[in-house]
């Protein structure tokens, strides 16, 4: 069965760190592209970041580079997204999703596996 599992969201003070995980199971990262979303209350599914399939080609949101930072661990089936000086419009539950290709979709809904979501509040 092919799952993925977010964890690490907490609440933290504006210009904290966290570092999010995205365990896989059921399928390898060869051959997926992993993307990060977030869905802050109210508002659609928005694009934070994405890892390749091949390569490990990261690219950001204009709203997160420089802040944020993708990775993975292929020995472990886990991608990671490290997130430093958070702000308050970083709130939000944060997803990971898998698609079978070489780089993610813009689209979430587009996306062929989808975690459940860690929450990640920011605020003093």
């Known amino acids: 069965q092919l799952q993925l599992v977010e964890s690490g969201g907490d609440l933290v003070q504006p210009g904290g760190s966290l570092r999010l995980s995205c365990a896989v199971s059921?399928?390898?990262?060869?051959?997926?592209?992993i993307g990060w979303f977030r869905q802050a209350p109210g508002k659609e599914h928005e694009g934070v970041s994405c890892i390749s399939s091949v390569g490990g080609i990261a690219n950001y949101a204009d709203s997160v580079k420089g802040r944020f930072t993708i990775s993975r661990d292929k020995a472990e089936n886990t991608v990671y997204l490290q997130m430093n000086s958070l702000k308050p419009e970083d709130t939000a539950v944060y997803y990971c999703?898998?698609?079978?290709?070489?780089?993610?979709?813009?689209?979430?809904?587009?996306?062929?596996?989808w975690g459940k979501g860690t929450l990640v509040t920011v605020s003093s």
């Open positions: 999703a898998a698609y079978y290709g070489f780089y993610c979709k813009v689209d979430w809904g587009a996306m062929n596996y």
């Open positions: 059921g399928f390898t990262l060869d051959g997926y592209a």
